[in-house]
């Protein structure tokens, strides 16, 4: 019975008999045929090409042509596994009564007489079971098969289907395992090596049996000899090589940028399921560029390079579509973090969300130039809440100045008054409105950042403003190849999502206040030399520090802060960090490279310029000086301590910044068209991602875009 097993058709039909055995045969189909799932792998690129990871899976494995093989690999393959092959008809009969010679021999099974297409049909469609009827069935599959493809394809089918162990099936994947390289750069000695580990991969293992692999290497080289494929003088060459010279890949489990990397896995689980993402051999191309991560990296590094400082995060977005342009954290004296400090984590927005605010107040028809507050300790009791205290950062009040004045040096008490007179909740909607996306729980504090948001929504908000207005939705891939080699015509990959959310001219009027900030307020360490705008943040307890800025054609935030808590940063390199400090240096960094190549952009001049209204102050103002000198008591049932002059210093709940010295700023805005009552229309075409260069091809250890089809 063992002989009838390794036999194949002729001695099975003897031991079990015509009639049995041609049941079997007359259910023998190639239309029947059913491929037994291993996947391939699905791979991830930046925006010019290159790669940035493969998606974690059990199996690896990347299809590839006869043509992306070494020439040496196919020799070895036929020399050591079936050296008839090209003769036979799928089913080798010299190799079968050969092995049953051997076997009667030892009295045990001690060869096997299955081709390259037995073994095929094998991996590709029917159970490893040891039976007879499986036996009859392979080989009558064999012999089919034979008859409808060619040698070349039944070869190039089993070398991307045998498994080689360590997790990788097919050849691509070997080389890229076992060197570092793809299969067509295979050198002799790298061919004879992986062609003798599909018969036991675990015994020749290189990696960890490499006196094995090393045997069976010479085994193959001395098949190849007997086979014609190499001299004698090649044979002696390759085997006084004692060395494996093996190079352990990293292509299926490094990595390059796993912030934004863990991102885009969760858009792709999303729309595909995580068994596709993981083995349905996706090639997804993505909006990040590589210069500007390295430009992020750098600039943290350099502002935080000691192993005690805070960590942090910078995201970087095309106001023009959404498109993500850089996404990266650091931890100092931390690798390997997971957890994505862009997307994932959030923390109090401090002073960066007053820009809500003030976009709230201009959308109302309040003007910030001339509506004037008093800046003086607050102190609210609402009906039925707990009491709430608000002073500056320095506790130095500046009496009455205008909302103007007011956001350029971050004042607490004004911002505390105006929240409450717009409304906390119309500041929540607000929020929603330009791209935060967290929930927001609408609190009188809400203006002074006490919701914890996250740096993407903060960064999707602020390029709403730069935008003119006009809200994208944050975008990071561009297109997504299915394992066919087509791209997915239906998920709408890299078509911006975008519609007006707040008038050009509400925006522009923020930009404009948002500007001044850094050429004379509190973010003046940031200020690079171009046309920009911005706002810091700093929590009470210096748990958190933020800057966000934006120029017309990039936006980018900053968050500084201690991953694992909320940490005071009182004592960072001798100082305590606000968002003025160490934000702001790192944004201005950024900025600087992320745009040297690209020329100074100006705002773009609104259509639709605000409609200022009469404004009188809610019952949560304090006692009000006009512009002209006159004073106004307003309702309140706020209780206050208000100075009877001025404070020498002004106050802010960040330290003022000096303002620069004179860097020639950009002259004032043109007077604004007339008003027109007609609503902004949305735009009717939404601009796709810009190329950012043209993409150079893929590095040696990437698979080619776009991915070739399957054998």
């Known amino acids: 019975m063992i002989a009838a097993v390794v036999l194949g058709v002729p001695a099975v039909l003897a031991v079990v008999g015509f009639t049995g055995a041609a049941a079997v045969l007359t259910r023998c189909s190639l239309n029947s045929l059913r491929p037994v799932g291993i996947g391939e792998n699905s791979f991830v690129y930046a925006a010019d090409g290159s790669l940035l990871g493969a998606i974690p899976a059990d199996h690896n494995r990347q299809p590839v042509s006869l043509k992306q093989i070494s020439t040496w690999m196919p020799e070895a393959t036929v020399a050591i596994e079936d050296k008839r092959f090209y003769e036979h008809g799928g089913v080798d009969y010299q190799s079968i009564f050969r092995a049953l010679a051997h076997d009667l021999s030892a009295g045990r099974v001690v060869e096997g007489g299955s081709t390259i297409t037995q073994q095929l049909v094998r991996n590709l469609y029917i159970s490893r079971e040891v039976t007879l009827k499986r036996k009859i069935k392979e080989a009558c599959l064999a012999i089919k098969l034979a008859q409808h493809w060619s040698k070349d394809r039944i070869l190039a089918a089993y070398m991307n289907q045998v498994y080689y162990g360590n997790h990788a099936y097919g050849i691509e994947a070997a080389a890229q395992t076992y060197f570092s390289r793809h299969a067509r750069s295979l050198g002799l000695d790298q061919s004879a090596l992986l062609a003798g580990l599909p018969q036991a991969p675990s015994v020749y293992d290189p990696i960890y049996r490499p006196a094995d692999a090393l045997q069976r290497r010479d085994e193959v080289l001395k098949a190849m000899l007997d086979s014609h494929y190499i001299t004698v003088g090649k044979y002696e060459e390759a085997v006084s090589n004692r060395n494996l010279d093996l190079k352990p890949g990293r292509l299926y489990t490094r990595i390059r940028e796993p912030y934004f990397f863990g991102y885009v896995r969760d858009q792709l689980i999303e729309a595909y399921g995580a068994n596709t ?231 522009y009027t923020v930009t404009k206040i948002l500007e001044q900030n850094m050429l004379g307020g509190t973010g003046t360490g940031a200020y690079f030399g171009r046309q920009a705008a911005g706002k810091t943040g700093t929590t009470d307890n210096h748990a958190d520090a933020w800057f966000c800025g934006y120029t017309p054609n990039l936006e980018a935030t900053v968050w500084v802060g201690y991953p694992q808590g909320e940490i005071p940063m009182e004592n960072v390199h001798g100082i305590a960090v606000a968002g003025g400090t160490f934000p702001a240096t790192i944004w201005r960094l950024f900025m600087q490279r992320a745009l040297r190549y690209s020329p100074a952009q100006q705002w773009r001049l609104p259509t639709h310029r605000p409609v200022w209204k009469p404004f009188t102050r809610g019952q949560y103002s304090l006692d009000f000086v006009s512009s002209t000198g006159a004073t106004t008591t307003s309702p309140t049932t706020t209780t206050s301590t208000i100075p009877t002059t001025p404070a020498p210093t002004l106050g802010s709940t960040e330290p003022i910044q000096p303002e620069r010295p004179p860097v020639a700023p950009p002259p004032p805005p043109p007077p604004l068209p007339p008003p027109t009552t007609a609503p902004p229309p949305p735009p009717t075409t939404a601009p796709s991602p810009p190329p950012t260069t043209a993409p150079p091809p893929p590095p040696t250890t990437a698979p080619p875009p776009p991915p070739p089809a399957s054998p």
């Open 277 to 507: 993402v993981a083995s349905g051999g996706l090639r997804v191309f993505t909006t990040i560029v590589p210069a500007f991560q390295n430009a992020a990296r750098d600039a943290i590094k350099e502002t935080l390079n000691l192993k005690g400082d805070p960590a942090a995060a910078l995201v970087s977005i095309n106001p023009a579509n959404g498109a993500i342009r850089a996404m990266a954290a650091v931890t100092p004296g931390r690798t390997g973090n997971q957890f994505n400090l862009v997307a994932q984590a959030r923390r109090q927005a401090g002073s960066t969300f007053k820009a809500f605010v003030l976009t709230e107040a201009v959308a109302q028809g309040i003007d910030p130039a001339s509506t004037y507050y008093i800046s003086a300790p607050f102190h609210y009791q609402p009906p039925n809440g707990p009491v709430w205290d608000v002073s500056t950062y320095s506790h130095s009040y500046s009496g009455a100045i205008s909302l103007v004045q007011a956001t350029l040096q971050s004042d607490n008490t004004v911002y505390a008054q105006l929240t409450l007179d717009v409304g906390p909740s119309n500041v929540a909607n607000m929020a929603h409105k330009l791209g935060v996306q967290t929930p927001l729980d609408p609190v009188p504090s809400i203006g002074l950042g006490s919701n914890s948001i996250s740096p993407m929504d903060m960064a999707s908000a602020y390029a709403t403003l730069a935008a003119g207005g006009i809200y994208s939705k944050p975008m990071a891939i561009r297109k997504v190849f299915l394992a066919g080699g087509g791209e997915d015509p239906d998920a709408g990959w890299g078509v911006p999502e975008r519609h007006r959310v707040i008038s050009d001219g509400v925006a």
